[in-house]
């Protein structure tokens, strides 16, 4: 038995169970025989380099861990992560700075798979900025909101609010086998925050009221509350790490009440 083979084995069945697939669709979507790909699966079978990124692409693995599941398979990663700021993303950075700047006056951000801040319009430093003034520290979405020195205190649905976002960070970091350090010091700040508010966490369903159609983040100080909802665009067919986990995340005011709180907030640039 190959070392790889049997390394590589464990996390194909593991991605294979977390989608829900039974071996014979795999092996009939990816056009190999369920002999061979349980042979794969248990170690006694090492797959070709083609046959991994096939049942990679099959299973929807993100590119960061189709990398990892070529290294245990003894094979080099193909998919580069390449830092926004490089040169090589000169061009794409440039349409990420139109986009949002083309969705002022409504906030929008980009973030990467930890929420991090990469990109900001203005209206969403000036939305961020009022309603968590004594802000200090670090540049992620799930620190801000979670801090009581950061946006806590302003949001009125936090329970709610938190318990999204905090699902939505762990289902980004918590199936991926191809994590670092601040993955991991994320995932646990996210446990504590999770264990803070208490073994029920509200789902989005929960608490509507008839005639709603969307679950707003209600934020709330010094007399001004804003309802809002948001969207989130991703870039079509990237190659490049870096590029798959960039989400942009646009807020929308829910009503006519908090569209004009909004534009006292942001100067009245929104009317």
Known sequence: ???????????????????????????????????????VETGRSSPSRALVLTLAEHLGVPLRDRNELLTAAGYAPVYRQTALDADAMREVKAALTHILAAHE???????????????????AVELLSFYAPHWKGKNNLAYLLTAEDGLRPSVMNYAETAG?????????????????TE???????????????????????????PGDVLVPVTFERAGERVDLFTTITTLGTPLDITLQELRIETFFPVNERSRAALSRILGGSTS
């Open 183 to 209: 993955d991991e010091d994320l995932l646990a700040h996210v446990s504590l925050a999770e264990a803070e508010l208490g073994a029920h966490v509200p789902s989005p369903s929960e608490g509507f009221k």
């Open 1 to 39: 038995m190959s070392p790889h083979a049997s390394a590589v084995g464990p996390l194909l069945r593991s991605w294979r169970t977390s989608r829900g697939k039974s071996q014979l669709a795999l092996a009939v979507e990816a056009g190999v025989s369920t002999r061979h790909l349980s042979f």
């Open 105 to 123: 006056p409504q906030p929008a951000l980009v973030v990467n798979r930890r929420y991090d801040v990469l990109l900001a319009n203005s209206a």
């Open 164 to 180: 999204h976002l905090l699902r939505r960070v762990r289902a980004e970091l918590a199936s991926s086998s191809a994590r670092d």
